[in-house]
């Protein structure tokens, strides 16, 4: 059985960047594709992008310029690092699984429980 | 980009009843369109994709249908468990968008 599990800071301050990751159980990063996904307090979901074991990427338009993702295959993890943060990227983030190892084009059937991030200073 | 929406964005239901949510996009998307459930404090779960097929594990009271730009699910007869948010999202190209919810809470 797939499990994901996400690591993370906790608390980062105004400016600062955070970087989380996503350790992959059960299976091999190169069988799929990869998301993150993050939910505000109280707010719906948001996608951020995904990645590839290859190194492909996309992120998604509103973050792009603060966004990287990142893939460490000996370790079996991927990661996100997002710049500049401010108190609007507290949230809820998420890693996910998508599509398969030749396409993104599928729903997300295997989510990690998800690491908190709250900016502030 | 394309937009999604849903409607209503949240209703409220009893035990038994019938509940179809909608959920719109701004293009058409085919039949790329995922469903989930998010219950109060938990993490998102895959109900269905490919806009009517169900996920393995989801019981057959959940349906999809819908394809191009209108899609729809259904929950047959509501159980204690289904109150919950839905959320549609759509992966034909990225961004794969999600709608912005729709809250079922108890009558």
């Known amino acids: 059985q797939v499990q994901l599990q996400e690591s993370g800071p906790g608390l980062v301050k105004p400016s600062e960047t955070v970087s989380l990751t996503c350790n992959i159980f059960?299976?091999?990063?190169?069988?799929?594709?990869w998301s993150w996904i993050r939910q505000s307090p109280g707010k719906g979901l948001e996608w951020l992008g995904y990645?590839?074991?290859?190194?492909?990427?996309y992120y998604s338009p509103s973050l792009r310029s603060r966004l990287t993702m990142s893939v460490d295959t000996s370790q079996n993890q991927f990661s996100l690092r997002l710049t500049s943060v401010t108190a609007a990227d507290t949230a809820v983030y998420y890693c996910?699984?998508?599509?398969?190892?030749?396409?993104?084009?599928?729903?997300?059937?295997?989510w990690g429980q998800g690491t908190t991030v709250i900016v502030s200073s | 980009d394309i937009q999604m929406t849903q409607s209503p964005s949240s209703l409220s239901a009893s035990v038994g009843d019938r509940v179809t949510i909608t959920c719109r996009a701004s293009?058409?998307?085919?039949?790329?369109l995922a469903w989930y459930q998010q219950e109060p404090g938990k993490v998102p779960k895959l109900l269905i994709y490919?806009?009517?097929t169900l996920q393995s594990g989801v019981p057959s009271r959940f349906s999809g249908s819908g394809s191009g730009t209108d899609f729809t699910l259904t929950i047959s007869s509501l159980q204690p468990e289904d109150f919950a948010t839905y959320y549609c999202?759509?992966?034909?190209?990225?961004?794969?968008?999600f709608g912005p919810g729709t809250r079922v809470d108890f009558k």
């Open positions: 996910a699984r998508q599509g398969n190892s030749w396409s993104p084009y599928f729903g997300l059937d295997v």
């Open positions: 990645m590839h074991h290859s190194g492909g990427t």
């Open positions: 999202q759509k992966y034909n190209s990225a961004p794969f968008t």
């Open positions: 059960g299976d091999s990063i190169s069988n799929f594709f």
């Open positions: 490919d806009a009517s």
């Open positions: 293009q058409d998307i085919a039949n790329y």
